[in-house]
């Protein structure tokens, strides 16, 4: 059940961007500044998954230290 939780909110996500997207280019000048703003963001995001995700120490603290 809570993984088609997950899968469903990542659809309307999904969703939801592109027409965020599909928005700031048809605002084509101004939009170009939204546009950038959602890739700028993206980059980051994309970072901080690389970085958690090649952290060993953070694995290790979250399969061994008491809940």
């Known amino acids: 059940m809570e993984n088609i ?3 469903l909110l990542a659809i309307v996500a999904a969703i939801w961007l592109v027409m965020v997207i599909a928005g700031t ?3 084509f000048p101004w939009g170009l500044v939204g ?4 890739a700028g963001f ?6 901080v998954i690389k970085e958690r995700l090649e952290n ?3 694995d290790h ?3 061994t230290v008491d809940k």
């Open 56 to 58: 060993k120490e953070d």
């Open 61 to 63: 603290y979250s399969k």
């Open 35 to 38: 546009l950038t703003t959602i």
């Open 42 to 47: 993206g980059f980051l995001f994309a970072k």
């Open 25 to 27: 280019v048809m605002a």
């Open 5 to 7: 939780g997950y899968i």
